[in-house]
């Protein structure tokens, strides 16, 4: 059964290519329908799709919109898949999805996050502080005398972005939310060094856009219905989702990546139906869990998925089905 959100304007999903049917890897799932865009909710396609030096365009044109104080020239992306080492003993090293930087040192991080978690907020202020201490670092060991210590704190700004395809403010109808440090009477700025930029792509709820509506708005639409859609709508007209619904096109990944693509997103969709599926009619929370755990531990033995990745898709932190 379709869901709401499936149902957009008359733009339903399409069937499998078939040429892509005849790839042993996903021929068991040939009667499910599949888009014809990628679901670039999924952060390992989110991180593919605009972390790639050909889609660049995409990534600036989004942060522009986001963050117009910057006027932002050009990026330059980080070193792929750098893992962030928690220091806590119980915790967990983070993986970034984005990391760039524009011409003047600006860091900037991109996030998708699927799944809600438990203080999203405390996190996300943590994992903000990894690219503030890699700048200082890096300048510590520039530095040559003492007296210049003060320099290394002349960190350039850091802007933490977030999709998030959950609500953050419960019954809201707003999208963009805006974080900085500021004076509590006053709203003076404390610094403006971190900014945090939340897009509740959750607080979205029409079936259709508008021409009219913000680009928040309309992001948020194109990235939680693009999976969904046979084309793009025509409120849609800008040329950054012009680039965005192209780069997205699951016919233009090459080959073997259209092959990983498929087999990722069928597996994960039939594993977590039947999960949910199960465990409806048997009424077992903890067989649900159990299952889940099992789909995590094959996102990470047999497909190649981060613990973190599993995590978000199964919505279990990675300690309920790492092996110990």
Not at 79 to 87: D, E, F, I, S, T
Request: glycine share 6%; net charge negative.
């Amino acid at each position: 059964m379709l869901e709401t959100r499936d149902l957009v304007a008359g733009y339903g999903p399409v069937e499998m290519p078939p040429s892509m049917l005849e790839e042993p890897k996903i021929r068991y799932v040939s009667s499910r329908a599949v888009g014809r865009y990628v679901d670039i909710l999924y952060d390992k396609w989110f991180r593919r799709i605009l972390e790639s030096e050909g889609n660049k365009d995409v990534l600036l044109a989004i942060l522009r919109e986001l963050i117009p104080e910057r006027r932002i020239a050009d990026l330059f992306y980080g070193r792929r898949g750098r893992r962030k080492v928690n220091p806590f003993i119980d915790g967990h090293d983070a993986y970034f999805d984005v990391e760039c930087r524009d011409a003047d040192g600006t860091r900037f991080v991109v996030e998708m996050q699927r799944s809600e978690q438990v203080n999203f907020r405390d996190r996300v202020l943590f994992y903000s502080t990894f690219p503030i201490q890699e700048q200082v670092e890096a300048e510590r060991k520039r530095l040559r005398r003492r007296r210049d210590h003060d320099r290394q704190y002349g960190y350039a700004p850091v802007y933490v972005v977030s999709f998030l395809d959950f609500s953050l403010h419960k019954g809201s109808d707003r999208v963009l939310y805006r974080y900085g440090l500021r004076e509590e009477e006053s709203g003076e700025l404390m610094t403006d060094r971190i900014t945090f930029i939340f897009l509740e792509m959750g607080n979205f709820r029409r079936v259709e856009i508008r021409p009219e509506d913000s680009f928040a708005e309309k992001i948020s639409y194109a990235f939680t219905r693009m999976s969904t859609l046979s084309e793009r709508p025509p409120a849609l007209m800008e040329e950054v989702f012009r680039r965005l619904f192209e780069a997205c096109e699951v016919s233009r990944l090459p080959e073997e990546e259209q092959t990983e693509y498929m087999e990722d997103n069928m597996t994960t969709r039939m594993d977590m139906e039947n999960i949910l599926f199960t465990a409806e009619l048997r009424g077992e929370e903890r067989g649900a869990v159990q299952a889940l755990a099992a789909t995590a531990r094959r996102m990470v033995g047999q497909l190649g998925y981060t613990p973190e990745q599993a995590s978000e898709a199964t919505g279990l932190p990675p300690e309920q089905f790492l092996e110990s």
